[in-house]
C-alpha cells in the first residue's frame, strides 16, 4: 500500500503562481523511485483529467496540452515526493488536484486515470478572475 498526501493548494488571483507537493510512502517491496507519477485534476461537474506525468524509468516526462508551457511536473526521489509548479494560473485551472502513482512504465499510458494504482485524497486550488 502507497500513502500519497497532497498539499500547497489555496486561493490565487489569475496570473499568479502555485507549487503542488505530492509526498509519498511506498511500501518495502517497491520504492518511490520504481513509481511513475502524475497528477489529474477534477472541476466541479467534470470528469477527473490528467494534468502531468513523469515516468519512472525514463523521466519521460507528459503534460495535458492545456496546461503545457504553463505547468511543470518534478520529483525528488530522495524526499519520496513529487511537485507541480503551476504558473500563468488561470479560472479554469480551478478544481480538486490530485497525484498518483503507477507501476507503468513511462509512456503516454500514464495519461490515462485507470494505469493508476494509487490516489491522494487531493488539494484544492482556486483561481479567481
Known amino acids: 500500500q502507497v500513502q500519497l498526501v497532497e498539499s500547497g493548494g489555496g486561493l490565487v488571483q489569475a496570473g499568479g503562481s502555485l507549487r503542488l507537493s505530492c509526498a509519498t510512502s511506498?511500501?518495502?517491496?517497491?520504492?518511490?523511485?520504481?513509481?511513475?507519477m502524475g497528477w489529474f485534476r477534477q472541476a466541479p461537474g467534470k470528469e477527473r483529467e490528467f494534468v502531468a506525468a513523469i515516468g519512472w524509468n525514463n523521466g519521460n516526462i507528459y503534460y495535458a496540452d492545456s496546461v503545457k508551457g504553463r505547468f511543470t511536473i518534478s520529483r525528488e526521489n530522495a524526499k519520496n515526493t513529487v511537485y507541480l509548479q503551476m504558473n500563468s494560473l488561470k479560472p479554469e485551472d480551478t478544481a480538486i488536484y490530485y497525484c498518483?502513482?503507477?507501476?507503468?512504465?513511462?509512456?503516454?499510458?500514464?495519461?490515462?486515470?485507470?494505469?493508476?494504482?494509487?490516489w491522494g485524497q487531493g488539494t484544492q486550488v482556486t483561481v479567481s478572475s
Open positions: 498518483a502513482a503507477s507501476i507503468v512504465y513511462g509512456s503516454s499510458r500514464l495519461r490515462l486515470k485507470d494505469e493508476y494504482d494509487y
Open positions: 511506498a511500501t518495502s517491496e517497491r520504492t518511490f523511485s520504481r513509481y511513475s
